[in-house]
């Protein structure tokens, strides 16, 4: 899934201004549900773009539709505020007299806040708390993230829309001073981004400046869909207008000042050399796995399930026929044989994005016999925008709006159809839909929970869910009559152990990227392009990749835990339903949700 993490900790609305939502079910009146409003409410007015991202920007919100959030250096000063006063309003209400869901509620959110607040302390560079320390990168700053958002997520239906729109493109400009601003703070603390990343985020960022209002999707979205609608306007000249006078040249700004800092940059990958940088990756793991893993626990039992992972594919590529070499090698060749690969043409790409589509629907047809609850909201599967599939993973899901207005989106990253060959599409596309992504935000989002719950992300578990259920669906009999399907299942659970190693090599044991890169390929027999994104995605990430693998070992565990307990009271069903219904939670409440669960069964 892709991530945002200015809105990690991001809250709904409240629920008083969206009784209209589809599928909106208000819980009990409680002092704590009644707190969990106001921190919705207030969140909101800090982050519009969370209002459009959660489709609530209409009615008595609608004047979010008009703003971006806020990156200004200030604000950051501010997010650690405010997080340090929800923690101090949280902690006023007595979590003893609490049971239920809210203690659950109130274990999530506290976690959170905990967390976030413990290294806001510590650190102050990067976004808010730990796992991100870098404001401009590949993967992170306005540049990148805000162009996708105003075509797909800003929706235009009447002239209001398209006329916000406008304003949004020119708080574009803003927002991108406002991160110039933040970087050159953080380069005063002596965090500068390694070389490779400037490079890549140069790259997208000039590629973005450089593209004429005539072809840039800033100026034509806005067009396009005004001219759908019949909404009256020259939408083209004023766009135009917003982008060549001030979208640019903040871009030309910001490339500026990237291209001073290479001058500066090294070429070490892990944030070990960043301020407090050992403390700054153990940090980062707390945050991203919700666990108290240790660097030198996840670089071990990622060496481990690498081997036992191999041991398995290697049975089943030996039966296939497949004997020569190493698996990675075997792997490798499977990659670049032209049988497996679909054609790098628009119309191929097509194909294989039809093709997926018939997986989902089978898939969607096998899910009663393991969910008694199933998500309301359809899922598309599209194509990564071209102007970021260069820095972009291989796939990722955006939830649903919360009225029903947008469905889930899994998309795929298509630059190049030999770095999908079609024995690792199956696993990719169960674990981005479903039963995966799609399927647990939305049945966390149909769900009777505060709204603060509905929204609430926490990787290990989301992550660690997506990744579970790519063995589910082999469990689900998805790979009965395609053994190179279960090899690619097997594949994409070596490649999380593979992250587990690579992410705690670069950190701690001062890895370099190319030594990442290496064992990587080596390890799974990945094509070097793709190896060399996720690598990069890890320096900038620090402990994310980590989230997937840990948090997939706890479902199981939490899984065989409840099946030893319960004997012939286990359901699967109940068992996913008790897990996903509850919402996201950290790994450590999961415990409880679960354990809440075999209890009630017992009684």
């Given amino acids: 899934m892709r991530i945002n993490r200015r809105h990690l900790l991001a809250t709904a609305a409240l629920a008083a201004m969206t009784p209209a939502v589809r599928g909106f079910a208000n819980p009990p009146t409680t002092p704590l549900n009644a707190l969990f409003d106001q921190f919705m409410t207030e969140q909101m007015r800090r982050s519009p773009e969370l209002v459009t991202t959660l489709g609530l920007d209409k009615d008595a919100m609608a004047a979010a539709k008009t703003r971006l959030d806020d990156r200004s250096l200030a604000s950051r000063t501010s997010d650690k505020a405010d997080t340090l006063g929800k923690l101090r309003r949280l902690r006023g209400v007595d979590r003893k007299g609490l049971t239920g869901l809210d203690a659950i ?157 290479r001058a500066k940059a090294t070429h070490d990958a892990g944030v070990w050399r960043l301020p407090q940088g050992e403390a700054y990756y153990a940090a980062s793991l707390t945050q991203w796995t919700t666990s108290n893993i240790t660097p030198e626990e996840a670089h071990r039992t990622g060496l ?47 194909k294989l994005i039809a093709d997926l589509n018939v997986k989902v629907r089978t898939v969607q047809a096998r899910l009663p016999g393991f969910f008694k609850t199933l998500p309301k909201s359809p899922v598309e599967i599209r194509r990564v925008p071209a102007y970021i599939e260069a820095g972009a993973p291989g796939g990722y899901y955006q939830n649903a709006s919360l009225d029903g207005s947008r469905p889930g989106a899994y998309f795929i990253n298509l630059r190049d159809t030999a770095e999908v060959p079609s024995w690792t599409l199956p696993t990719l596309t169960y674990h981005e839909a479903i039963p995966g992504h799609h399927l647990q935000l939305s049945l966390q989002q149909e769900a009777d929970l505060p709204l603060i719950r509905k929204v609430l992300w926490f990787s290990a578990y989301g992550e660690g869910w997506a990744l579970y259920a790519e063995q589910l669906a082999q469990e689900m009999g998805m790979y009965a009559d395609d053994p190179l399907g279960e090899v690619g299942y097997l594949h994409d659970a070596a490649f999380r152990a593979v992250r587990l190693v690579v992410d705690s090599g670069m950190h701690a044991r001062r890895w370099s990227r190319e030594q990442a890169i290496r064992y990587y390929t080596d390890a799974i027999g990945d094509p070097e392009a793709s190896a060399t994104t996720e690598v990069e995605r890890y320096c900038v990430w620090p402990g994310q990749a980590c989230s997937y693998m840990v948090g997939k070992l706890t479902w199981l565990r939490l899984r065989e835990w409840a099946k030893a307990q319960l004997g012939a009271k286990f359901d699967i069903r109940e068992f996913h339903d008790a897990g996903l219904i509850s919402g996201a939670t950290p790994l450590t409440v999961l415990d409880d949700v679960i354990a809440d669960y075999v209890k009630a069964k017992l009684a």
């Fill in 304 to 350: 481990d399930l690498v081997a036992s992972l191999s041991a398995r594919m290697d049975t089943i590529l030996k039966a296939q026929g497949f004997t020569k070499g190493s698996v990675g090698e075997r792997l490798r060749g499977l990659y670049s044989d032209p049988r497996y690969r679909y054609p790098n043409t628009d119309e191929g790409k097509a």
């Fill in 105 to 261: 509620s109130y274990d999530t959110v506290a976690y959170g806040l905990v967390t976030e607040a413990d290294a806001d302390r510590q650190f102050d560079y990067g976004v808010v708390g730990a796992g991100a320390p870098y404001v401009l990168s590949q993967l992170s700053g306005a540049y990148q993230s805000i162009p996708d958002f105003l075509d797909s997520q800003h929706s235009i239906e009447t002239k209001a829309d398209a006329e916000a729109y406008l304003s949004r493109l020119e708080a574009f400009a803003t927002a991108l001073d406002q991160e110039i601003e933040q970087t050159r703070h953080d380069v005063a603390l002596g965090v500068i981004p390694p070389d490779f990343i400037i490079d890549k985020a140069l790259g997208q960022m000039t590629g973005l400046r450089d593209t004429p209002a005539a072809k840039a999707s800033l100026v034509q979205s806005v067009a396009r869909r005004a001219a759908e609608k019949n909404i009256t306007g020259d939408y083209v000249g004023r766009a135009t207008a917003i982008y060549e006078a001030k979208v640019v040249p903040a871009l030309a700004r910001q490339a500026e000042l990237m291209t001073a800092l």
